[in-house]
């Protein structure tokens, strides 16, 4: 079967055994995986030392083909999306509530990567990583399922819970790629007055065709990063309101880039970061998506398997929204 695998440092197509299905779980036929931000930021920093440990895509959207234990009820036929990590739920850190930080999750995944024919899920993913989606919605709205429960982890971590009255609290999200524009969807549906900026004229268009605009002159109760610019650190800063909360939900190039303590401490602001999803976050996505309460219609650029490498280099130089790879 096809399968992506980086090599010498170039993405490359290559033939590899089909998954069998040795222990329990289910080999799902992939349909299709969305490039995420952070398969870029692999690709980006690739190096002799950790490419062969590089796992490529995990936004899947697949057809049960095998499957050998009862869960969920989930059977052979079954069109599912899915994410690829789940914690372990007993640990000090999962105790917490700090799932992602769980060596259980760092360590689950789906093999052999998203950008394959096939993959093998194990019983676990499939209990708590992979959902029926509602046959209304296309492949590549589907695959938003895990990047969207990326995003309302951090919103939670902000303190805001689905289902209350959060419309007295606003928030901006800077930097308006495809997680900043979901992390505004997903304030709208928490009931949070939303805002959104970026350097980009182009995707400032886009935010605004979706319904969200940008007040230069306005403070905000929370801050959500989305940008891995350094600059949008002072951005941050200067829109965020005293004792207010910035949510920091990227990785920057500069390891020395940072927050003056000074501002933190004299003005009592919260710097909280958010890292990947909860299985209860990934649930929740899957409601929304469902229900469309978070619309993502046309916001994929589909590409086959085989065009991988164009998918990357145009979400490299910003030709794209977002890519779908199509298998």
């Known amino acids: 079967m096809k399968c992506a695998k980086l090599i010498n440092k170039k993405i490359e197509i290559i033939e590899v055994d089909k998954p069998v299905l040795n222990k329990n779980g289910a080999i799902i036929k992939v349909l299709g995986c969305g490039l995420c931000g952070s398969d870029l930021v692999k690709i980006a920093h690739v190096n002799n030392e950790n490419e062969k440990n590089i796992i490529l895509g995990h936004e899947v ?7 050998n234990c009862d869960i969920k ?9 899915l994410g690829h990590h789940y914690p372990c739920f007993e640990c000090e850190y999962c105790k917490n509530q700090s799932y992602s930080m769980c060596k259980t999750f760092k360590k689950s995944n789906i093999f052999p990567c998203g950008f394959a024919q096939y993959i093998f899920v194990d ?3 499939l209990k708590y990583t992979v959902y029926k989606m509602n046959d209304a919605l296309k492949d590549d709205e589907k695959a938003f399922l895990e990047p969207l429960s990326c995003c309302l982890r951090a919103i939670r971590r902000a303190g805001f819970e689905y289902g209350q009255d959060n419309s007295k609290f606003n928030s901006l999200v800077i930097g308006l790629g495809s997680i900043g524009l979901l992390m505004l969807k997903g304030l709208k549906a928490f009931k949070v007055d939303a805002y959104g900026f970026d350097i980009s004229p182009e995707r400032m268009d886009l935010a605004h065709e979706h319904g969200f605009s940008f007040d230069e002159n306005k403070k905000y109760d929370c801050v959500f990063l989305t940008a891995g610019a350094t600059g949008a650190i002072e951005t941050a800063l200067k829109h965020v309101i005293d004792g207010g909360k910035i949510i920091v939900f990227s990785s920057v190039k500069d390891d020395l880039a940072g927050f003056s303590n000074n501002e933190i401490y004299y003005r009592e602001l919260s710097i909280i970061s958010s890292y990947s999803p909860s299985v209860f976050d990934m649930e929740l996505s899957c409601e929304l998506l469902n229900k469309k309460i978070v619309n993502v219609e046309n916001l994929s650029t589909c590409y086959s398997l085989d065009n991988l490498s164009k998918a990357v280099d145009d979400s490299f130089n910003n030709k794209i929204f977002k890519a779908y790879i199509e298998v």
């Open 61 to 67: 959207v697949g057809i049960i083909e095998e499957i």
């Open 73 to 81: 009820g989930f059977k052979v036929g079954d069109k599912v999306a």
């Open 123 to 125: 019983e676990n993913h």
